[in-house]
């Protein structure tokens, strides 16, 4: 499975960004999907996940409210809107990709497929 994010850019505080990740080779709709991010001199960070099927959905409490995963299966893509952007949510935010058993998984080692990333920069 490839996974290919985009969306991410320069943004200016309060704004906007949808990012997408869409997923190539063996592809189906039975893996957990989920977002993560990574600061400048900081580990890498849960930011949300959502179910095989679009059902069920978390977040990290930074974006709680401020951010909406979802996901389109016939397109093999999953979405990060991300409303009210802060200068702190500047970061690289990958996408990943989980096939293992279970459901809303938080912690990065529960995915088996990354992609490269996208950055996003808030400026102030």
């Known amino acids: 499975v490839q996974l290919q994010a985009s969306g991410g850019g320069l943004v200016q505080v309060g704004g906007s960004l949808r990012l997408s990740c869409v997923a190539s080779?063996?592809?189906?709709?039975?893996?957990?999907r989920g977002w993560f991010r990574q600061a400048p001199g900081k580990e890498r960070e849960f930011v949300a996940t959502?179910?095989?099927?679009?059902?069920?959905?978390y977040y990290a409490a930074m974006l709680k409210g401020r951010s909406t995963i979802s996901r389109d299966n016939a397109k093999n893509t999953v979405y990060l809107q991300m409303n009210s952007l802060k200068p702190e949510d500047t970061a690289v935010y990958y996408c990943?990709?989980?096939?293992?058993?279970?459901?809303?998984?938080?912690?990065?080692?529960?995915?088996?497929?990354w992609g490269r990333g996208t950055l996003v920069t808030v400026s102030s």
């Open positions: 990943a990709a989980s096939t293992r058993i279970g459901t809303i998984f938080v912690d990065s080692i529960r995915y088996d497929y």
């Open positions: 080779g063996r592809t189906d709709d039975n893996d957990e």
């Open positions: 959502i179910s095989r099927n679009g059902g069920v959905t």
